[in-house]
Each structure stands twice: as C-alpha cells, then as structure tokens.
C-alpha cells in the first residue's frame, strides 16, 4: 500500500534529487534547484483558460495546414504540389515504410493525440470533474511529448523552400501561413499548460 | 560538495517522474507505482549507464553509413546525381546559400556528433566518480536533451522535396539509402539523452565521502 507523505510544496529536483522546498503560498516567478539550476516550477497564470484556448486554436490551424498543400513547383509543363500527409505517401512509395511511418507519427499523429487528449482532458477540469482515464491520456501526452516535431518540419519546409527556390517556381501555398502560425499557437499553449495544476485536480486521493 | 544534501533517496522516498509526487513504498513491494498518477516509480532510470553506453554505441555505428551513403539521388534529364548530407552541405555553399548551409551542417553533423560526445563524456564522468564541475555537467545534459530533436530537419527536407520534385523526365528526387540510417540516429540518440539519469552525477558525488 503506498502512501502520500508530502504535500507539493516539498519536490525532489529531476536533475539532481535534492529536496528542495517550494513555498507554500506566493509562487510567482520561476523557481529553480538550489543546487543545480533546473527548473522547479514556473508561474502560470490562468493557466486553464489559456491553455484550452490555445489548443482549440492550435488544432484548427492544424486541421488547416494538413488540408491544403504548403508547396507547389513548377518547372515547364510539370507542376506538383504537396501537403505532410503527400510527403508520406511518396516515401511510402519508394518502399521506405519505417520513414514514413516515422514522419507520420512526428509530425502528425503525434501532434495531433497530444492536442486533442489536452483538450479531452482540460475541458471537464473546467467543470471541476476529471475526465475517465484523464490519468493515461495525461502520462501518455507527457511520454510523447519530445515526439512532437511540427516546429522541426517547419523549418525543414523553409530549408526546401530555399533548395528548390533557386532550380523551378516554388509557390508557397495556403498551409505555409498556417503551419507558421502553428508553431507560435504550440509554443504558447505549451507555455501555458500546468502540468503539476493539472496533475493536482486529476487527484483522486482527495 | 556538500555530502549533507538532502536527496529523495537518502530518505527512500521516489519522485514521480511524470508528476513529481513524492511518495514512499513498501520494502517488499518490486514494482512501486505512483499513487497519483499510476506510472512506475523508480529510484533512478533502470539501468542508466548500460542503456546509454548500448544506445551511444549503436549511433555512432549507424552515423558512419549515414553520412557515406547519398540522403538523396536526383535524377535530371538523364543524369543522375548523388548527394550525402556533407555534399548537400558543400552545395549550399557553393550555390550562396549561406544560412541553409550552416542550418543543415549544424542540425545534420555537428548536433549529432556533439550529442554522441557529450553522452560519452557524462557516461565516462558517472563511471570514474568525477567531482568536476557537476552543475555545469547537468546544464550540458539539458542542453543535449532539448536540442537533439532539431537534427530531424533533414529528414523532413528530404520529405519534402521527394514529394515535390516528381517532374517526370525533367527532375525526380528520390530519398537515399542514407535517410533510414539517419533517422534512425537521430532516434536512438533521443532515447539514450532520455535513458541517461542526470542525478547520477551527483550520486558519485555524495558516495565519495
């Protein structure tokens, strides 16, 4: 039978596991291990309503740039456009399964479970009563979450951009504006989302 | 270093590692989970230093093919060129593109490499009970683990332009035998910055007294 002996305001650093203690009330600013540096615990304010605002919006942007191709070529008769989901397709194609599967999970499916399991879980809290197995889904989204690399095939979209920009016509299309602004919406939801708040309402010892 | 730290371990407490509870567990009970949350609760990473060293070793090996076979082949009007991820590198460079070149050379080579050595040099400094300089040693590791995943970038430009670049007999790209290795470097080095439990810096530290 394990037991609870401390409350949150005692946390074990990830980094070097010294105990540091966290001050019960006042925890604006970020506060850092004693004795090497990391991160303890970071003010988020309003952290709920942001981050389910951030969310929504970050997946709408998503459902967006995955529908429309982001680049197009032309060179003479040949044109050819492509969205994520084409990319992996093509590499499919030329029978390297492992790779696309690989691209497909780190820039879609990955991506897209995280949004939507936050959202499937966020949203009752707002109500104040957890989501069934909000647990799971929570320990999963924090598991995958190096595993999301929307902002790394962005930059990967700029890099072709310039490679091909110089031997055809490469016209950006409607999903370049909307993988761009993706990646701000994700980097604020995520500095938004509260990870231990959230863990705290998903208590069920209380 | 102060050998009078107070760690969780010292107290036999376990931290979560997905949300950071403390809490403590019976002696005879082999797979603790977190009372919170539910995930298993390990004092420190099961067997940091053996999966590191194991999954280090199978990345240097795979770097070696992944940087002599061509990540891409374009074929052009029936002439058929291919590119490893240096000669893509060099090409940038020739053709002016400063910026793309130096994005590409630090993502695809340098991040790589850097990551492989540093996960070395912690392993080797946990092994041999360094004392030298722990808190920059863990600021190294944080440094490994947040930039590692940047070195995808070559892959998804070689996504992309294999699937923009099929203009029949004018241009066609294909991806190289180089891309599978190097994907699967770029992964294998995750899993070994993930696999490596900083703390273990600082447990030499204290077991030296």
Known sequence: ?206 | MNHKALTARKLGLFSCEDCQLLSRTDRDNNRPCCPRCGAPLHLRKPQSIARTLALITAAALLYIPANVLPITVTATLGDQQNDTILSGVIYFIGDGSWGVALVIFVASIIIPLAKLLILGYLLATVKFRSAWRPRDRTALYRLTEAVGRWSMVDIYVVTILVALVKLGAVATIEAGPAAGYFAAVVVITMFAARNFDPRLIWDVLEEER
């Not at chain 1, 456009?81 to 093509?90: D, K, N, Q, R």
């Not at chain 1, 979450?145 to 072709?160: K, N, T, Y």
């Open chain 1, 1 to 206: 039978m394990n037991a609870r002996l401390f409350s949150m305001d005692i946390l074990a650093c990830k980094d070097c596991d010294l105990l540091n203690s966290l001050p019960a009330t006042d925890r604006r600013g970020t506060l850092i291990c004693a004795r090497c540096g990391a991160v303890l615990h970071r003010h988020r304010p309003d952290s709920l309503n942001r981050s389910l605002a951030l969310i929504l919006a970050a997946l709408i942007l998503f459902v967006i740039a995955n529908s429309f191709p982001f680049l197009s070529i032309r060179s003479g008769a040949f044109s050819q456009e492509t969205t994520l989901l084409t990319g992996v397709g093509e590499l499919w194609r030329q029978q390297l399964p492992g790779l696309a599967l690989l691209i497909l999970l780190t820039c879609f499916l990955i991506p897209l479970s995280q949004m939507v399991g936050l959202l499937y879980i966020l949203t009752p809290l707002k109500w104040r009563h957890p989501a069934p197995g909000a647990r799971h889904v929570f320990r999963f989204i924090q598991h995958t979450s190096p595993w999301g690399m929307m902002e790394v095939f962005m930059l990967g979209i700029l890099v072709a951009l310039v490679k091909l920009g110089k031997l055809a016509t490469i016209v950006p299309g409607p999903s370049v504006f909307a993988f761009g602004l993706l990646i701000f919406v994700v980097a604020a939801a995520v500095s938004a989302l509260d990870p231990p708040l959230v863990w705290e309402k998903l208590d069920r010892r209380r």
